[in-house]
């Protein structure tokens, strides 16, 4: 079972409707690795339930683990920058927003979650500058295996029925 419906329906702070709990995203070991998760219980997952004990694991997949023509896409790994900078020249990352990266590439750092509103929601940064995930805690900080910005995959599908002539 991936998803469990919540009782009470509760939205969080960033106007998601939060209706369910996410379990594959919150299981260990990581997809492909073998970094363990920091546990959450399932009353910890929404961001309004206090829990000044969760430190989640950081993991950001390599930019040069990426298919070479993905590389330019992939920002670098924003907690390891951080933590090896020595100076407060620290290059800030636009979220929310389309941008063009140093190297003059175009990155959409806006989510596509639905707000319930008609619109889209406004990630939530943590103190590392870091969006937190609008789900819930999961565990894990940082990007895992993904890029940052919009994962959008569309598939097209076209049928017809040569007996009516009617195309779908």
């Known amino acids: 079972k991936q998803v469990s419906s919540k009782p009470d329906g509760a939205s969080t702070g960033t ?4 209706t369910t709990l ?8 990581y997809p492909g690795t073998k970094i363990q998760r920091f546990p959450v219980p399932d009353k910890y997952v929404p961001w309004e339930v206090m829990w000044l004990d969760y430190d989640p694991v950081a993991y950001t997949r390599a930019r040069s683990l990426f298919p070479a023509p993905l590389q330019v896409y992939v920002d670098e790994d924003i907690l390891l920058l951080r933590a090896k900078s020595t100076d407060k020249s620290f290059p ?4 929310n927003c389309s941008a063009v990266s140093p190297a003059g590439v175009s990155i959409d750092r806006k989510s596509w979650i639905g707000d319930g509103q008609g619109g889209i929601i406004t990630y939530v940064l943590e103190s590392e500058g870091i969006p937190r995930n609008p789900a819930g805690r999961t565990g894990l900080k940082g990007r895992g295996a993904f890029r ?3 994962r959008i995959i569309m598939f097209f599908s076209s049928s017809a029925d040569m007996r ?5």
């Open 15 to 18: 106007n998601v409707q939060q």
């Open 22 to 29: 996410h379990y594959i995203s919150r299981q260990s070991p």
């Open 92 to 95: 800030a990352f636009q979220w």
């Open 148 to 150: 940052d910005g919009a």
């Open 164 to 168: 009516s002539r009617r195309r779908l």
